[in-house]
């Protein structure tokens, strides 16, 4: 592996894009535009981790390094409560909504908070880990909000009277989504799973990119705009296969939270856990859901985005 230098080549050409971007009004942090600089010197592609860090930049060759980290599926087609959104592996993980309860997990998921980083722009930007929980083969996770200590059920749902109705329905994603065509993608979104998690509004908004998506760097932002939906609400659609582009997410349980806010979100269901409901149906399996965690959803038992309206902070 060749490692190239910042060299006296790479500080011209850093000068050159910075005074450019900055004319613009779109500045560049120092490291970025460094890694461009030695990029554009030696006319290479750059693959970044994340693209929004260098798009806009003049002349850089930039593809999606999200993309090698995607899963690619088939074209529209379901299988009984399982999706297109899911391979044919089953997790072993499950989750039991209780009547008016807690949500039961078995199968010894792994939880963890996931925190939403905001960028610049104030718009989220980026996922982090936070803090794991020990590994457990069974779990009890509050779903009235009122637990005093979450994320797990401690009965307080038995005192605050709380009325967990599930409203949702069982129509699978594809029966209710508004479709965006783009000349090199297409996206779907539905309101029913939208969690409000604001990823899809970095940069403009995904929607305007997937439109203007036949420069390469638009079409790469709507894509991993759309993967970092955590609901699953936004879907990016391949134009060639005709299949969505998923990312690869093994079976875990993410507590989103939102540092800078201070806000609690939902509960991020990842890898296709199967979800099951009070009287026995199974929703349709999909790689990423959010579950409400405040209690407040009128959707339940997935998140509608009231944890924003009512505030809600678990205390942790």
């Known amino acids: 592996m060749t490692i190239l230098p910042f060299d006296a080549g790479s500080a011209v050409v850093f000068g050159e894009r910075k005074a450019a971007l900055e004319k613009k009004g779109t500045p560049r942090s120092e490291p970025d535009l460094r890694i461009a600089a030695i990029a554009l010197q030696h006319n290479?592609?750059?693959?970044?981790?994340?693209?929004?860090?260098f798009a806009g930049i003049p002349?850089?060759?930039?593809?999606?390094?999200?993309?090698?980290?995607?899963?690619?599926?088939?074209r529209p087609g379901l299988i009984g409560a399982r999706s297109i959104f899911m391979s044919e592996k089953r997790p072993e993980g499950k989750i039991k909504v209780l009547k008016d309860g807690p949500y039961l997990v078995t199968g010894g998921v792994p939880l963890a908070e996931?925190?939403?980083?905001?960028?610049?722009?104030?718009?989220?930007?980026?996922w982090e880990k936070g803090r794991a929980y020990p590994a457990v083969p069974s779990y009890a996770l509050c779903r009235c909000g009122g637990s005093k200590n979450p994320?797990?059920?401690?009965?307080?749902h038995l005192k605050n009277g709380f009325d967990g109705t599930e409203t949702a329905g069982h129509e699978p994603y594809l029966a209710e989504v508004e479709k965006t065509e783009g000349p090199r993608v297409d996206l779907t979104w539905s309101s029913k799973y939208c969690a409000l998690a604001r990823f899809c509004h970095r940069g403009g908004d995904?929607?305007?990119?997937?439109?203007?998506?036949?420069?390469?760097?638009?079409?790469?932002?709507?894509?991993?705009?759309?993967?970092?939906?955590?609901?699953g609400a936004l879907v990016a659609w391949d134009k060639t296969t005709g299949g969505p582009i998923e990312p690869g997410l093994a079976p875990a349980i993410g507590l989103i939270e939102n540092r800078e806010t201070g806000q609690s979100g939902p509960l991020w269901v990842q890898g296709g856990i199967p979800i099951e409901s009070g009287d026995?149906?199974?929703?349709?399996?999909?790689?990423?859901?959010?579950?409400?965690?405040?209690?407040?959803?009128q959707k339940k038992p997935f998140c509608d985005g009231s944890h924003i309206a009512c505030a809600f902070k678990t205390g942790r």
């Open 151 to 156: 994320p797990f059920c401690d009965g307080a």
């Open 59 to 74: 002349r850089l060759r930039i593809e999606n390094g999200l993309e090698s980290r995607l899963t690619l599926l088939p």
């Open 280 to 297: 026995g149906r199974t929703y349709e399996i999909r790689n990423r859901v959010t579950l409400c965690r405040c209690g407040a959803s």
């Open 206 to 231: 995904a929607w305007t990119l997937a439109e203007e998506s036949h420069v390469p760097e638009n079409r790469a932002l709507a894509v991993q705009e759309s993967c970092d939906c955590p609901s």
């Open 44 to 53: 290479l592609t750059l693959i970044p981790g994340n693209i929004r860090h």
């Open 114 to 126: 996931a925190l939403i980083i905001t960028g610049a722009d104030g718009e989220p930007e980026r």
